[in-house]
């Protein structure tokens, strides 16, 4: 395979990696559209447009081997094939899978796949490259002659005695096609690029009635070629070439002599570009820019930086607000005070409107990652003989591109388990009347600061029984503490590693991995995963995440005299209790909040030896995981703040129990807790008396970060 080694090759390759993603995936949606159209044509048009910027593209890029199999397959698309024996669905999805095989090769330099399979297809589709040849051509029966004019015929002459070859071209322009002026005009100029336009008729600035192109062009390229510029999704429907019989004009055309330069000017390059990418739909705006032109492409990481730079101007936003409350507070009856609080007022606000503009240049359309699940649905539930429909809604909510990437694999865990466990097969579903195909629900909203992802089936449901026999086979949990599980405990087994309820192993399901990534990712995240499920009628997934991962609302609280905060929103609840309300349960301590029994994790030190000594408030944050509900226990509470995450490294705090630090606007250093290693902690040891959790913090944190003045 060819490669580029320069920085233009570079960037160009990038930048096609980039957009090829984008083609395969509307391969993919146009083939699930024939899947239930076989005989829609603009679906097969729309496919043939896809694979024919593919096939420019990847030539740009000097990636040959692809190029010509887009070609092949171009080509192939380019008659009627709607009564073809070769399913389109199917040539298009395995079109999609070898394209991105070979786009995978081509990244990591690595050996092309096997493209037989998608040739054999193509072979089968269409006509072979004689008959094609022939067909592209043969002069058409009906074609009337064309009399050229005497300056024609003299630069045909010209060029024949140049050695040059001189084709009559025959180009129909298609039926849909709204701008058959422009049409024509696109033609010329894509000629242009491999021959010398003599002649056409229409000619140029006549009206634009003609659905018929007749071009008189001189060339060394082949016919093949010549054919291959004509044809021009949406602008041709058909292209033939043949040997030009030039004859003399007669006196009806003999004031007609006009030179074709103009149509290979230079000024008109522009459009040659967009025949080779698109089609007149390109061209009908009024306005000589197009969209594309505005959009400009930036790396992620200089949005970034620029985050990272609004970060610092919160910071330096919250030291200035606590300098005028001091200054505020020691003259009240300063006159510069009501100045200085006016300025703030405009600085906080410009601010926040910068921060959240910066936000939206991060924010992508949530259906950048719906689209790959159509296919992926459809191919599982082929896989394992069950019929599956998706319904998709919100694919417009935007959320942050970093945390759309991060969510990518969970989500796929998800979606795969509601095909390979949730529904059940066509059989199943009819025994208790349901319809054959089993529905699967993918939305998107926000819910105040949160992003909200739920993923449903109307499936079989989970079954608390089997869960429970699958956690003691697998010495998940012993048979004591199981009996003493409420139901959302039980159903959070499911996300333990190394379980699965799946009772043979697939390619979908069985393996045992899949929820336990699920919830680690969304922890890891600082967001959340709650499972609801109903026997017989259904599971949900819902997955709740922070729009951004730079900027939070926290909450801060001290323990032993120390500040530390976590994210806001997963706090459900705050209480005030009584260290004699609190209870040790099988040497855990816990606490009795409306009926229900709530386990407690304390993060300062032991508590007394003597449990009827201690005395004192306590405030207890109430933590809702994913159905299960945790109580932190801290000593006190210093309020709410928006606080810009800096990540740490091991140096600085060798804990994971925090998971990063942030600078309030008096100077002091919060420590950030890592929610996830704090439950983590808790799960493998429920004893009261472990020594545990932010006491490892003291020992191992920086003295600079973790001094707080008193």
């Known amino acids: 395979m060819s490669q580029f080694f320069d920085d233009r090759g570079t960037e160009m390759r990038d930048l096609f990696f980039e957009t090829a993603q984008d083609l395969l995936q509307s391969l993919n949606d146009d083939a699930l559209k024939l899947e239930k159209a076989p005989q829609d044509t603009e679906t097969i048009r729309s496919i043939r447009r896809t694979v024919h910027t593919l096939k420019g593209d990847a030539a740009a890029c000097g990636f040959k081997e692809l190029s010509e199999l887009a070609h092949l397959l171009e080509d192939a698309l380019a008659v009627d094939v709607t ?13 999609a899978d070898v394209f991105s095989s070979m786009l995978a090769a081509y990244r990591q330099q690595g050996s092309l796949p096997d493209s037989t399979p998608l040739k054999n297809m193509v072979r089968a589709l269409s006509p072979g490259p004689e008959a094609s040849r022939e067909s592209s051509t043969r002069k058409p029966a009906d074609n009337p002659q064309v009399v050229w004019t005497e300056y024609e015929i003299v630069s045909a002459k010209a060029a024949q005695a140049e050695g040059k070859n001189v084709f009559h071209v025959s180009a129909q322009i298609d039926p849909l096609c709204t701008m ?28 634009g009635h003609a659905k018929t192109l007749d071009l008189l062009v001189a060339t060394t390229a082949s016919e093949i070629d010549i054919i291959g510029k004509c044809r021009i999704p949406t602008v ?76 610092e101007l919160i910071i330096g936003k919250s030291m200035l607000q606590q300098v005028v409350h001091e200054f505020s507070h020691r003259y009240p009856k300063d006159p510069l005070r009501a100045r200085f609080a006016d300025a703030m007022a405009i600085q906080s606000r410009v601010l926040n409107d910068l921060q959240r503009s910066v936000m939206k240049v991060r924010m992508v359309p949530v259906a950048q990652l719906f689209r790959r699940f159509p296919r992926l649905v459809r191919d599982a539930a082929k896989r394992l003989n069950k019929q599956a429909q998706l319904i998709i809604s919100g694919q417009d909510t935007d959320v942050d591109k970093g945390l759309l990437d991060a969510i990518a694999e969970p989500l796929t865990h998800i979606v795969r388990n509601a095909v390979g466990h949730g529904l059940e097969t066509t059989a199943e579903r009819a025994a208790v009347g349901k319809p054959g195909a089993g529905k699967i629900r993918l939305d998107a909203y926000h819910q105040g600061n949160q992003l909200i992802v739920e993923v449903s089936d109307d499936g079989r449901g989970i079954d608390e029984d089997k869960i429970k026999a699958k956690a003691l086979k697998a010495n998940l949990v012993a048979a004591d503490e199981l009996e003493r599980m409420s139901h959302s405990e039980i159903l959070d087994l499911v996300f333990r590693p190394g379980f699965s309820t799946a009772d043979e192993i697939t390619e979908i399901s069985g393996r045992g991995v899949g929820l336990d990534v699920v919830r680690s990712v969304l922890l890891r995240l600082k967001g959340t995963v709650e499972l609801d499920t109903r026997p017989g009628q259904g599971t949900s997934f819902r997955l709740k995440l922070p729009l951004t991962l ?11 005299h120390r500040l530390y905060a976590i994210p806001l929103n997963a706090v459900a609840e705050i209480a ?11 040497d855990c301590e816990v606490v009795q909040l409306r009926g229900q029994v709530l386990p407690l994790v304390r993060l300062g030190r032991k ?104």
């Not at 730079?550 to 032993?560: D, G, M, N, Q, S």
């Not at 005030?576 to 099988?586: G, M, P």
């Open 180 to 207: 058959p002026i422009a049409a024509r005009q696109l033609v010329a100029n894509a000629l242009a690029a491999v021959a010398d336009v003599l002649g056409a008729r229409p000619e140029p600035g006549s009206p």
């Open 550 to 560: 730079a900027i939070i609302k926290a909450l801060l609280f001290r323990v032993e």
């Open 576 to 586: 005030r209790a009584q260290e004699t309300d609190l209870h040790l349960v099988d």
């Open 83 to 95: 009564s073809s024996p070769v399913s389109l669905a199917e040539l298009g999805f395995t079109a």
């Open 607 to 710: 508590p007394a030896a003597d449990w009827n000594e201690r005395r004192g408030k306590i405030f207890v944050l109430v933590m809702a995981l994913g159905g299960r509900r945790l109580g932190l226990i801290v000593d006190s509470l210093d309020g709410e703040e928006e606080l810009v995450i800096k990540a740490l490294d091991d140096q600085t705090v060798a804990t994971d129990l925090v998971s990063g630090a942030s600078i309030l606007g008096d100077g002091r250093v919060v420590l950030i807790m890592n929610l996830s290693a704090v439950v983590e902690r808790f799960a493998r040891s429920r004893s009261a008396n472990s020594g545990l959790l932010l006491s490892d913090v003291e020992r191992n944190h920086s003295p600079v970060s973790s001094e707080v003045p008193q």
């Open 236 to 311: 041709i429907s058909q292209a033939h070439c043949f040997e030009a019989r030039v004859a003399a004009p007669t006196s009806e055309n003999s004031d007609s002599v006009r030179p074709t330069a103009e149509a290979a000017s230079p000024e008109h390059e522009h459009m040659r570009e967009r025949a080779t990418s698109g089609g007149p739909e390109e061209n009908s705006g009024a306005k000589p820019v197009s969209a594309s032109e505005n959009v400009l492409r930036v790396d992620a990481e200089r949005i970034d930086v620029v985050l990272n730079l609004v970060g």
